[in-house]
């Protein structure tokens, strides 16, 4: 059988910390929002399921001007629950995998291009930058690097919310991603250059970052 996949977007969450008054997916970086930069990236992929929650009409209106194929899931609760509950509601009759990526993000092109070539599960992270990060904990097992846990404390780098996992693994949760992960683990480990837009610090760096062809 061929490697079949389904992209989940998440998308729901109201951007509080950054203060515009906007869902982040929805922030333009450099004159183009962030969830068409992800769509520009995903052109080749058939299956897109996008979460829905704050400003639900607005997403939808500027993805369906990009693109008319994409299925939106409204994750009605999402004042009291977090992207693990988004992913969860959009698993439902998914492909073999699942990648998760969040609409708040911006990812390095050839990093997206890495992931989108992987046909196996990863767990994706980067150097610690972020004030308040939640960290992956490593070992390397037969020269690959494996990510064993997931800490507030302690670890080799900052997990960035991009994993790839076998559909039938992500059915079910309510908090963050990483907790629908960790049952599973150890999965291989994926480094990649990332941006993620929580405060608007964030925004100008990512703002730069491109600006500088992701330098």
Request: hydrophobic share 40%; proline share 3%; with cysteine.
């Amino acid at each position: 059988m061929s490697f079949s996949r389904t992209v989940i977007i998440s998308c729901a969450g109201m951007g509080n910390r950054l203060g515009l008054g906007t869902t982040k997916a929805l922030l333009e970086i450099d004159g183009k929002p962030l969830i068409i930069r992800h769509l520009e990236y995903l052109k080749d992929e058939n299956d897109i399921r996008i979460v829905v929650g704050y400003q639900a009409e607005k997403v939808i209106e500027t993805v369906n001007a990009y693109r008319k194929d994409i299925l939106f899931v409204f994750n009605h609760d999402y004042r009291n629950t977090g992207t693990g509950a988004s992913v969860a509601l959009a698993s439902r009759y998914a492909n073999e995998y699942i990648l998760s990526l969040d609409g708040d993000m911006l990812v390095h092109p050839d990093d997206m291009q890495k992931i989108l070539a992987c046909e196996q599960e990863f767990v994706g992270g980067n150097p610690i930058e972020s004030d308040d990060p939640w960290m992956l904990q490593t070992y390397w097992q037969n020269g690959c690097e494996m990510v064993s846990a997931f800490s507030h404390c302690m670890g080799n780098y900052e997990w960035n919310g991009i994993t790839q996992m076998l559909s039938s693994k992500m059915l079910n949760g309510s908090g963050h991603v990483f907790q629908l992960i960790e049952p599973y683990l150890p999965v291989a480990f994926m480094e990649l250059r990332t941006r993620e837009i929580d405060t608007v610090n964030d925004y100008e760096r990512a703002t730069k970052w491109v600006k500088n062809k992701f330098q």
